[in-house]
């Protein structure tokens, strides 16, 4: 299948076969850099080798020519504060023009956007991200307690942390659930209070340790009645 083939090419190129000294030269000098070249050449020769016919010599230099591209222009526009969105951009980028080979080969059809198992499960887990989120911050707003005083916890948190752990958590739960794994959802509770509950016994606060267990049982149950609905 050459879609697998040019992803373990574009595997064994981008990450494997390109050291850091690498990245770093082609972030300093970008176009000037000559481990852009090389890491182009890599790849197109990864491609063929992968690829194993000579008849389709066309498909390597076509992702080698892409691969320059994208990478050209994520040297150019990126900065520091871009840095993380360029790589997502960049790794999509690619994958797509390797789905759009595969695609042009006729590997795969588009026949699974009308099946209705695959269409709600893809429902069922986009509601459990952002719009959960929203769902049980509007349920909680009313008992959220107070940012200050003397006993709430003083710790650094992450950016957003607790919205993406909620959301991880709920598509985790929902995938055990899924494949008739619910044993996973009692270790995603235990290993949840292990690392959650440790701060707040020593917060000694107990509005805010009822806030966050309301939270996460909310969290926790959404996800377990969306697989079952499902199911």
Same mark, same amino acid.
């Given at each position: 299948?050459?879609?697998?083939?040019?992803?373990?090419?574009?595997?064994?190129?981008?990450?494997?076969?390109?050291?850091?000294?690498?990245?770093?030269?082609?972030?300093?000098?970008?176009?000037?850099?000559?481990?852009?070249?090389?890491?182009?050449?890599?790849?197109?020769?990864?491609?063929?080798?992968?690829?194993?016919?000579?008849?389709?010599?066309?498909?390597?230099?076509?992702?080698?020519?892409?691969?320059?591209?994208?990478?050209?222009?994520?040297?150019?526009?990126?900065?520091?504060?871009?840095?993380?969105?360029?790589?997502?951009?960049?790794?999509?980028?690619?994958?797509?023009?390797?789905?759009?080979?595969?695609?042009?080969? /006729?590997?795969?059809?588009?026949?699974?956007? /009308?099946?209705?198992?695959?269409?709600?499960?893809?429902?069922?887990?986009?509601?459990?991200?952002?719009?959960? #989120?929203?769902?049980? !911050?509007?349920?909680?707003?009313?008992?959220?307690?107070?940012?200050?005083?003397?006993?709430?916890?003083?710790?650094? #948190?992450?950016? #957003?942390?607790?919205?993406?752990?909620?959301?991880?958590? !709920?598509?985790?739960?929902?995938?055990?659930?899924?494949?008739?794994?619910?044993?996973?959802?009692?270790?995603?509770?235990?290993?949840?209070?292990?690392? !959650?509950?440790?701060?707040?016994?020593?917060?000694?606060? !107990?509005?805010?340790?009822?806030?966050?267990?309301?939270?996460?049982?909310?969290?926790?149950?959404?996800?377990?009645?969306?697989?079952?609905?499902?199911?």
């Amino acid at each position: 299948m050459i879609f697998i083939k040019l992803i373990l090419a574009h595997l064994l190129g981008d990450f494997i076969l390109q050291p850091n000294s690498w990245v770093a030269d082609k972030e300093n000098y970008k176009l000037k850099s000559k481990f852009l070249y090389l890491h182009v050449l890599i790849h197109t020769a990864l491609s063929l080798i992968f690829l194993w016919d000579l008849k389709l010599w066309w498909v390597a230099a076509l992702v080698g020519i892409t691969h320059f591209i994208i990478d050209a222009a994520k040297l150019t526009f990126q900065n520091v504060k871009t840095k993380k969105r360029w790589f997502f951009i960049d790794q999509l980028l690619h994958v797509l023009v390797i789905a759009g080979v595969s695609l042009y080969f /006729q590997e795969f059809s588009f026949e699974f956007l /009308q099946n209705q198992e695959f269409l709600k499960l893809i429902m069922a887990a986009l509601f459990l991200t952002t719009p959960a #989120s929203i769902f049980i !911050r509007i349920l909680l707003s009313s008992w959220t307690p107070a940012p200050d005083g003397p006993n709430t916890i003083q710790t650094e #948190s992450l950016s #957003s942390a607790g919205k993406y752990i909620g959301i991880l958590e !709920r598509l985790l739960v929902f995938t055990f659930i899924m494949v008739n794994h619910w044993e996973g959802v009692g270790f995603m509770v235990a290993a949840k209070s292990v690392f !959650r509950f440790s701060d707040l016994a020593q917060a000694k606060q !107990r509005k805010l340790t009822e806030y966050v267990l309301i939270g996460t049982l909310l969290s926790f149950g959404l996800a377990v009645l969306t697989g079952i609905i499902i199911k």
